[in-house]
T-cell receptor, first 116, second 113 residues
């Protein structure tokens, strides 16, 4: 069964460093998402991406964050200058592409980011 | 704005017990509702969903009914197993615009043999 994959599974970085989290969505999906979960808190939406552009972003997704689909398979989240409060589990998700409410989003296993 | 509230965890039950995890929502219009499950060390997996009022979603013995009168989508299972131990997330997506998911805080369920 097709699945969303994410690399790395764990990432430790120093405050101020740039990190790139990578995702390979399901191959025929058209909508891509990033969510994050700070330890002990809710899963929060960061950004959605469709047709090579951001379709929606949350207030969390400030200028330090960017997303890119550099080729036909990868979807990346870049944090330019990490802060301690960026420590979280980051989930990538994809969905088939109707964009309508009720369409299932398929999640990857997550990347745990720790900023020291 | 849209929000989801789940019952506080953790929840610990014995095998074969009846399970209810409460979920209520606040939203404009009639969103779609979901239950996702996260097993240890894994990502979020869709457990079930309902896209309109009075729909019942079901999967693996779990059920939830979309109740617009009470704005609820409670998760139930008649007889839980040890393998059901996981974190359960209730979520909604809007009916218009990008279908971002809004999650509840998650409920950790532990089933003891």
């Amino acid at each position: 069964e097709p699945e969303v994959t994410q690399t790395p599974s764990h990432q430790v970085t120093q405050m101020g460093q740039e990190v790139i989290l990578r995702c390979v969505p399901i191959s025929n999906h058209l909508y891509f998402y990033w969510y994050r979960q700070i330890l002990g808190q809710k899963v929060e939406f960061l950004v959605s991406f469709y047709n090579n552009e951001i379709s929606e972003k949350s207030e969390i997704f400030d200028d330090q964050f960017s997303v890119e689909r550099p080729d036909g398979s990868n979807f990346t989240l870049k944090i330019r200058s990490t802060k301690l409060e960026d420590s979280a589990m980051y989930f990538c998700a994809s969905s088939g592409g109707t964009g309508r409410s009720g369409e299932t989003q398929y999640f990857g296993p997550g990347t745990r980011l720790l900023v020291l | 704005g849209n929000s989801v509230t789940q019952m506080e965890g953790p929840v610990t039950l014995s095998e074969e017990a009846f399970l209810t995890i409460n979920c209520t929502y606040t939203a404009t219009g009639y969103p779609s509702l979901f239950w996702y499950v996260q097993y240890p060390g894994e990502g979020l997996q869709l457990l079930l969903k309902a896209t309109k009022a009075d729909d019942k979603g079901s999967n693996k013995g779990f059920e939830a009914t979309y109740r617009k009168e009470t704005t609820s989508f409670h998760l139930e299972k008649g007889s839980v197993q040890v393998s059901d131990s996981a974190v359960y997330f209730c979520a909604l997506s809007r009916i218009q615009g990008a279908q971002k998911l809004v999650f509840g805080q998650g409920t950790r369920l532990t089933i003891n043999p």
